[in-house]
């Protein structure tokens, strides 16, 4: 019953910053983590940036960590994920996850996630 909706792609120039946000609807109240993946033409879906909803606690992945920042708005049933200093490798479809599980960060991976958005595009231009 749980649906997520992600907003805030486009295209940017390389060391431009865009803003997504992911609305979740539904039966929220169970959910433990939300997520950020991101996947490109010919790559495996990545794990890019993690947060607790109950309890404080954030992820973000060694390839974006310093650029980008995950946050939550407990109250709108809304988590952002700001992206500073874009690089064109950073180009993917970006898809908004959520778990009820307890290990939604110790095991950041796709499959502990229970649901998922339909994706945003990003494209970085050198």
């Known amino acids: 019953q749980v649906q997520l909706v992600e907003s805030g792609g486009g295209s940017v120039q390389a060391g431009g910053s865009l803003r997504l946000s992911c609305a979740a609807s539904?039966?929220?109240?169970?959910?433990?983590?939300m997520g950020w993946f991101r996947q490109a033409p010919g790559k495996g879906r990545e794990g890019v940036a993690a947060?607790?909803?109950?309890?404080?606690?954030?992820y973000t992945a060694n390839s974006v960590k310093g650029r980008f920042t995950v946050s939550r708005d407990n109250a709108k049933n809304m988590v952002y994920l700001q992206m500073n200093s874009l690089e064109p490798e950073d180009t993917a479809m970006y898809y908004c996850a959520a778990t009820v599980s307890p290990y939604g960060i110790i095991r950041f991976r796709s499959d502990t996630y229970n649901v998922w958005g339909q994706g945003t595009q990003v494209t970085v231009s050198s």
């Open positions: 539904g039966a929220t109240d169970s959910l433990r983590y």
């Open positions: 947060i607790a909803t109950r309890v404080s606690g954030t």
